[in-house]
Nanobody, 116 residues
Framework: QVQLVESGGGLVQPGGSLTLSCAASGFRFDAYAMIWYRQAPGNERELVASISNTGDTTNYADSVRGRFAVSRDNAKNIVYLQMTELKPEDTGVYLC?????????WGQGTQVTVSS
């Protein structure tokens, strides 16, 4: 069965950095784009970054472009989100998603809190 497991969240001060990971299993990882979302309390889920199946193409929300970088390791079935220059407004639960030919799947998320 398809599983997406995020990790790497935590509490960080403004200006700090974190790298999130999403470990995937149960599907052909190198065949599908992967997408990171985040959701803050009271807000709608927001697309943060996406990466094509080969890793050649990436896209970012305007709010994170230049600060976040998405990458993937198709040999390890992991997608990463490197986050730098973190701001309090980056606080939220970060989730990864894949839409395969059968269905879309979400991880359970990892909490990121940016606070002094």
């Amino acid at each position: 069965q398809v599983q997406l497991v995020e990790s790497g969240g935590g509490l960080v001060q403004p200006g700090g950095s974190l790298t999130l990971s999403c470990a995937a299993s149960g599907f052909r990882f190198d065949a599908y784009a992967m997408i990171w979302y985040r959701q803050a309390p009271g807000n709608e889920r927001e697309l943060v970054a996406s990466i094509s199946n080969t890793g050649d193409t990436t896209n970012y929300a305007d709010s994170v472009r230049g600060r976040f970088a998405v990458s993937r390791d198709n040999a390890k079935n992991i997608v990463y989100l490197q986050m730098t220059e973190l701001k309090p407004e980056d606080t939220g639960v970060y989730l990864c998603r894949v839409a395969t030919t059968r269905a879309e799947y979400w991880g359970q998320g990892t909490q990121v809190t940016v606070s002094s």
